[in-house]
């Protein structure tokens, strides 16, 4: 358990959660990226820590928010594929929290209550948006306006409860994500005024920028799609890179109202004076392919897929210098790590690594860190779903190292292998390149690791191997 300063001994901080819905980490201006502006996520990112190498481990929104919750890989979460439910009997973050004194809410998109057609066919156009989720499937919050899934940001639906506990519908106002972000800071000021020495943990989930790519219209009036500045790994096919710019130019947008409600989060906490007594933790349930290697959405092991904004600003804050933690914190360890950041230690039942200590502390060893992050896709949409999403339609496990190197294969075949220092574009696949053929049986042998200590079940191909005449090409060529 970590140590609290001095101004946190008496009080927990607060925790509040910012997630967004297909959000790649690329697509902020402090990452590079020449098409979007995010001034309130660059001021975190000098504020607080920026993860700047952090993962979604499984890039399918339900696994990951399953692995959010219980700091479980999504094969031991309860939510392996999407619309899985998670068991009501799976320990979440919340729970941990609430067992500590905390108020808990989840405001927006929850997604882990499953595909559940009997629930749904008496709603209007079977809309999941509509249905209200009952106190017993909430994964142990309390307050609650939620939806379980909805690609409308215009025409959205919460669920709560009504003074008696009777279920309650209400149509959101305006564009999603403005609206929620009110609910959560309407929530934030009746905690402060009503138990202003009981500390809270606040979940804002909002759908965008996750497709249809719309934001209100002063936002996508700032986006022309032909400005729109294609990344090189999207190949330069014109009827493929007349899309990407399109839909690029409402996920722009969509990502500057989210920056502009950050801002908005994080002021109110300043009025209401305990913005040092709260975290706010912004992230992604993972990117967006938009057109890199021919790619679409997620479901894909490529960066643009599984790499995703982790950024922490609050107590902890000691200078205005740019921190930068290299760490490949993963979707199973968001869960403990936020504990540890309130003194809480992580129950054994999570399997995720507690980074906590490298928030507070900025000079914490690096060799502590974990070598690598695992990688799975245990379903994908088209062996779950009738309507088959763009994406990878095959499982696959693989492995990130944190000296830049991933693998990742298919059940018995190997699919990739890139070196990120040099390639960070992922143009170069060397999984057949016989010259790197000791480093594939390297990392091939770690990603076995990865799935015996998970647990997992996955039919890996047989480790590389060689004839003897092809062993002593390989000793020639490494002398």
């Not at 696994?63 to 619309?83: C, I, N």
């Not at 402060?192 to 989930?205: C, D, K, M, R, W």
């Not at 760490?327 to 992580?346: E, F, M, R, Y």
């Not at 896709?377 to 779950?384: F, H, Y």
Request: glycine letters at 6%; proline letters at 9%.
């Amino acid at each position: 358990m970590i140590k609290l300063n001095e101004a946190h001994q008496s009080k927990r901080p607060n925790v509040i959660w910012i997630l967004a819905d297909q959000m790649r980490a690329q697509a902020m201006s402090h990452r590079g990226d020449p098409n979007v502006s995010t001034p309130n996520l660059d001021r975190m990112a000098i504020e607080g820590v920026n993860f700047t190498h952090a993962i979604s481990g499984t890039p399918l929104c339900s696994p990951f928010r399953g692995s959010m919750l219980t700091g479980k890989y999504p094969h031991r979460s309860t939510v392996p594929a999407l619309h899985s439910p998670m068991s009501t009997k799976a320990y979440t973050v919340a729970h941990s929290f609430r067992e500590h004194g905390y108020r808990t809410a989840y405001i927006g998109k929850w997604h882990v209550d499953g595909n559940r057609p009997e629930l749904d066919m008496n709603l209007p156009e079977n809309r999941a948006s509509l249905r209200h989720i009952p106190p017993e499937r909430r994964g142990g919050f309390e307050d609650w306006w939620t939806y379980e899934n909805n690609n409308q940001p215009f025409h959205c639906y919460v669920q709560t409860d009504g003074p008696s506990g009777e279920p309650v519908s209400m149509r959101l106002p305006g564009y999603e994500t403005d609206a929620l972000t009110d609910l959560l800071i309407d929530w934030m000021k009746n905690r402060t005024e009503q138990a202003p020495n009981q500390p809270f943990f606040g979940v804002l989930s909002v759908q965008p920028p996750h497709d249809p790519y719309v934001a209100p219209a002063e936002d996508m009036a700032r986006h022309k799609p032909g400005a729109i500045q294609v990344p090189a790994n999207v190949p330069p096919i014109p009827s493929l890179r007349s899309r990407v710019q399109v839909e690029l130019a409402g996920y722009y947008a969509a990502i500057e109202r989210i920056d502009a409600n950050v801002g908005r989060i994080r002021d109110e906490l300043r009025r209401l004076g305990i913005d040092q007594e709260t975290y706010v933790i912004f992230f992604s349930d993972h990117g967006d392919m938009h057109g890199a290697h021919g790619q679409f959405r997620k479901m894909a092991p490529w960066e643009e897929s599984i790499r995703i904004p982790f950024l922490v600003a609050g107590p902890t804050r000691k200078s205005y210098k740019n921190q930068e933690c290299r760490a490949l914190l993963n979707h199973v360890d968001i869960a403990p790590t936020t504990l540890g950041l309130c003194g809480i230690s992580p129950p054994a039942s999570m399997d995720g690594f507690d980074y906590s200590r490298w928030i507070v502390d900025r000079f914490a060893p690096a060799d502590e860190l974990p070598e690598s992050a695992y990688l799975s896709l245990p379903v994908p949409t088209a062996l779950s779903e009738p309507l088959v999403e763009e994406g990878i339609d095959r499982p696959f496990r693989g492995i990130v190292t944190r000296d830049g190197w991933k693998y990742v294969a298919f059940e018995n075949q190997p699919w990739l292998m890139y070196n990120l220092n040099e390639d960070p574009l992922e143009m170069m696949n060397l999984v057949y390149d016989f010259k790197y053929w000791g480093k594939r049986k390297e990392l091939h042998e770690r990603l076995l690791g990865w799935i015996e200590k998970t647990g997992d079940e996955f039919a890996l191909p047989l480790s590389p191997s060689l004839p003897r005449w092809q062993q002593s090409m390989v000793g020639n060529l490494r002398r």
